[in-house]
């Protein structure tokens, strides 16, 4: 069962316009979250992350909301830009061990 | 570069082969990940190292899963016997200042094994 889940394969934005990418978790162990942003036939680079103990975090167009009771977050990209268009993997993990599990990716796609 | 490398980027083998996958983590690095990445999945963890020595490899599918880090930097993913469903992108990550996620991840570009 997947520990991560991210329920959107694909997200398609205007540019300027907002990008909402989101994720759901079930083991309310995680105590830290993480979104990494993948093009084709490269790795993921990390972009923004969040403790459990804050309910949002942003680093410049990129913010990400948790809501721990609903065990969700999601990343807000505003504004989108066609540089954007990537893969989207959502990351959680607990703070004490050195492993993460990641969803599935949502394509997102960002038209001029 | 400074970042991690990973090869061969590419790699085709047939049924019941033995192939080794290496990884050069960033520099002074402490801990190494390998994680494994199949079509429209997100990477899996396998296992990882903090110096020389596997911290977790509760990832590892089998027995024919194996990984070492001889001098606690590159690292050497093996797997015998390949069967079909071993065919992915294998990721290394590498981070420094301890083994805890809160210390960022760096991904090299992958090896894509393709086994036939």
């Known amino acids: 069962d997947q520990q991560v889940k991210q329920n959107s394969p694909s997200l398609s934005v205007q540019e300027g316009r907002i990008s909402i990418l989101n994720c759901d978790y079930t083991?309310?162990?995680?105590?830290?979250f993480l979104w990494y942003k993948k093009y084709p036939a490269e790795g993921p680079t990390f972009l923004i992350s969040?403790?459990?103990?804050?309910d949002k975090n942003e680093d410049g167009r990129f913010t990400v909301f948790l809501n721990k009771s609903a065990k969700h977050l999601s990343l807000h990209i505003v504004p989108s830009q066609p540089g954007d268009s990537a893969v989207y993997f959502c990351a959680a993990g607990s703070g004490s061990q050195g492993n993460l599990i990641f969803g599935k990716g949502t394509k997102l796609s960002v038209k001029p | 570069g400074a970042g991690v490398s990973q090869t061969p980027s590419n790699k085709v083998t047939e049924k019941g082969k033995y192939v080794e996958l290496r990884c050069d983590p960033i520099s002074g690095h402490t801990a190494l990940y390998w994680y494994r990445q199949s079509l429209g999945q997100g990477p899996e963890f396998l296992i990882y190292?903090?110096?020389?020595?596997?911290?977790?490899d509760s990832g590892l599918p089998n027995d024919r899963f194996f990984a070492v880090r001889p001098e606690g930097s590159v690292s050497t993913l093996k797997i015998q016997r390949t069967e079909r469903g071993d065919s992915a992108v294998y990721l290394c990550?590498?981070?420094?200042?301890?083994?805890?996620?809160?210390?960022?991840?760096?991904f090299g570009p992958g090896t894509r094994l393709t086994v036939l």
């Open positions: 990550a590498s981070s420094s200042g301890g083994d805890s996620i809160l210390n960022e991840q760096f």
């Open positions: 969040i403790s459990s103990i804050k």
């Open positions: 190292f903090q110096g020389t020595g596997a911290a977790d």
């Open positions: 083991n309310s162990m995680f105590d830290y």
